[in-house]
T-cell receptor
């Protein structure tokens, strides 16, 4: 079945440095790849998403890249700030808008002052 | 707009008891989902409903049943609770179209089975 693998499980970076989180997916028909941020004790919230017809998307300090051939996508956060500390989840959805959305296992990002 | 609401917020059950988790959305979304999140782990899909009148199994459906009562409401039922079902349960909804796929999550239900 569909599977999404996410690495690393924990990541600690100095404030101001960049952070990169990587995911791979198994279903080659997947065409929608969202990233969610979950702060402690709160619900996940979408921060950025990308579709399979686009290789890269950027929103201020956050960017996502997609390599369909290799079936992997990455989240890049530049100029990290303390409020970036959270758990980040990648996800992938199959071809149809009615397909299930499967999440990766999450990355706990800590920003060191 | 309340978005996605879930009841109850907390629940403690004894092994073998049954209960239903309620979820409702007021965004006129087509698709609704139930996930469970165990400590330090990701979100695992239990069941989802792509549109009113349809339901499908996710990654971990065993021990659960769902009902898409109408377009607004999607309930999750535990018929005979087990300690392994101790988790935080999140309901989510999305417009469910190719162009608008963002999921909106409810606040979660923290369930403990003793």
């Amino acid at each position: 079945g569909e599977n999404v693998e996410q690495h690393p499980s924990t990541l600690s970076v100095q404030e101001g440095d960049s952070a990169v989180i990587k995911c791979t997916y198994s279903d080659s028909a997947s065409n929608y790849f969202p990233w969610y941020k979950q702060e402690l004790g709160k619900r996940p919230q979408l921060i950025i998403d990308i579709r399979s017809n686009v290789g890269e998307k950027k929103d201020q300090r956050i960017a996502v890249t997609l390599n369909k051939t290799a079936k992997h996508f990455s989240l890049h956060i530049t100029e990290t700030q303390p409020e970036d500390s959270a758990v980040y989840f990648c996800a992938a959805r199959g071809y149809s808008s009615a397909s299930k959305i499967i999440f990766g296992s999450g990355t706990r990002l800590s920003i060191r002052p | 707009n309340a978005g996605v609401t879930q009841t109850p917020k907390f629940q403690v059950l004894k092994t073998g008891q049954s209960m239903t988790l309620q979820c409702a959305q007021d965004m006129n979304h087509n698709s609704m989902y139930w996930y469970r999140q165990d400590p330090g782990m990701g979100l695992r899909l239990i069941y989802y409903s792509a549109s009113e009148g349809t339901t499908d199994k996710g990654e971990v459906p065993n021990g659960y049943n769902v009902s898409r009562l109408n377009k607004r409401e999607f309930s999750l039922r535990l018929e005979s609770a087990a300690p392994s079902q101790t988790s935080v349960y999140f309901c989510a909804s999305s417009e469910g179209t190719q162009s608008r796929s963002e999921q909106y999550f409810g606040p979660g239900t923290r369930l403990t089975v003793t």
